[in-house]
């Protein structure tokens, strides 16, 4: 039995090596040039990629794709008017502009069928600036080793060799080609979002570069979380095209006429809306813009994010300020109010100093800057429900803080039940949970600066 096993893997070894003998002597010449001889032959020698400002791809899977390039970037003609993908689009001319000759293989070949360019798999043909012809390369089949493919060009009989990795680049379907973006916007410009799933309404409004939660309730809304949302519909991608054209009365049938989610984003008096429905087969989620008939596939993901609450978009720092900026604390608990001032130094060159007022000496620094930092890395964990206790009736701690030299101006209350810290800001609703731990250590650095 080893003896056959060692026979089998000798045998293997051997076929690999006749077919790479095979490929590297395949109706080469008497008398070969040497590698140091050889010299790389562009298959279109001066072609230039900006030039090409049209398109013809015939794919391995039957689809016959042209495109054209306007002042405003490649666009689909044919077989439908569509935007396409930029970079499919430049990725061909470039590949055209920079393909390299691997290696000829017959200046005069008698057959093409050998080669599988009787009938190639895939055929490019495009245009540069001031061509009144298209030019055209074929694609057959690969090299017995797989490392390239055989080609031509239709203005030449030779049959030659380019990298196998370019049948990447060229066998590319309609889709392929197409530009996948869901609703196209400005993001920068959006200042309204309305999400409706699950029977439940969100809004976000943006007013002055900040984002403030409308409804279900009104609060300040985290602007990570919001510019977040903004950019996952944005970037969202299309899977598949299910159909270009389905009529109102059809939409049923993919969960659409009675979405699962709706966002609509608004730019001013333009609006753009998603409406996403129900799964497909493979698991992902029937979609269309509001504007099109075409009913296509997306992530599921997406839904996922469009479900989300009121707290994933609220704010959870409880301070805004930041150490580096404020110029006052004060601190209430247990009847006793302790304040600090940041006292600017005397020269550009002498360092802030922070004085509890009412004291002739400066507050140890490192102590002050550690409660600066943690009072300024403050974040909710959770929000409470209006209803819930908190402890906020009877406060056990209150920061007032100043800063943007004075100009601004913040204050959080913390109340506590059993074990459960929370902190509420003027006009926020609910209370914001927070660590025990954390604030814990807040009041440990206070009462060694109380000292």
């Given at each position: ?23 590297v002597t395949w109706k080469q010449p008497e008398g070969g040039a040497s590698a140091s001889d ?414």
């Open positions: 039995m080893r003896g056959l096993k060692t026979t089998i893997a000798l045998v293997v070894v051997l076929g690999g090596l006749l077919a790479y003998i095979y490929y050889t010299k790389v032959e562009k298959v279109f020698p001066a072609l230039q990629a900006d030039k090409i400002d049209e398109i013809h791809v015939h794919s391995e899977s039957g689809d016959s794709t042209v495109l054209k390039k306007d002042k405003e970037g490649w666009k689909i003609t044919e077989p439908v008017a569509a935007a396409a993908q930029e970079s499919e689009a430049s990725g061909i001319a470039n590949a055209l502009a920079q393909l390299d000759v691997a290696r000829v293989i017959d200046e005069n070949p008698a057959s093409l069928v050998e080669y599988g360019l009787g009938a190639p798999r895939v055929e490019i043909q495009f245009k540069a600036e001031g061509d009144k012809e298209l030019k055209k390369l074929f694609v057959g089949q690969k090299t017995p080793t797989g490392a390239n493919l055989f080609a031509k060009k239709n203005d030449q009989k030779r049959v030659f060799t380019i990298p196998s990795f370019q049948d990447q680049t060229f066998n590319r379907s309609t889709f392929d080609l197409r530009d996948k973006t869901v609703v196209k916007l400005d993001r920068d410009k959006v200042d309204h979002v309305e999400i409706n799933a699950d029977n439940k309404t969100l809004e976000l409004a943006k007013a002055g570069g900040d984002w403030k939660l409308v409804k279900p309730l009104q609060a300040t809304a985290d602007l990570g979380a919001a510019e977040g949302l903004i950019g996952k519909v944005q970037s969202a991608q299309m899977k598949s095209i299910v159909a270009e054209n389905v009529a109102p009365a059809d939409l049923k049938k993919y969960g659409l006429d009675k979405p699962a989610a709706t966002v609509t984003l608004s730019l001013g008096s333009a609006k753009a809306s998603l409406l996403l429905g129900s799964k497909s087969a493979d698991g992902s989620v029937y979609a269309k813009d509001a504007s099109s008939p075409m009913v296509i596939t997306v992530d599921p993901a997406l839904v996922a994010d469009l479900k989300k609450g009121a707290d994933d978009y609220r704010k959870r720092d409880l301070f805004a300020f930041r150490a580096y900026d404020t110029t006052h604390l004060e601190l209430a608990r247990g009847g006793q109010t302790i304040a600090f001032d940041k006292i600017k130094g005397a020269k550009p060159e002498d360092e802030d100093k922070w004085r509890r007022a009412g004291a002739s000496a400066d507050a140890d620094k490192e102590k002050m800057s550690v409660l600066l930092a943690k009072l300024e890395s403050l974040r909710a964990m959770s929000f409470a429900d209006p209803a819930a206790k908190t402890g906020l009736d009877m406060p056990i701690l209150t920061v007032t803080a100043k800063y943007d030299e004075g100009k601004k101006e913040e204050r959080v209350t913390f109340g506590k039940t059993g074990s459960d810290v929370y902190a509420s800001r003027p006009g926020e609703p609910g209370a914001a949970k927070i660590n025990p731990t954390e604030y814990d250590e807040i009041i440990k650095k206070l009462d060694e600066l109380a000292k």
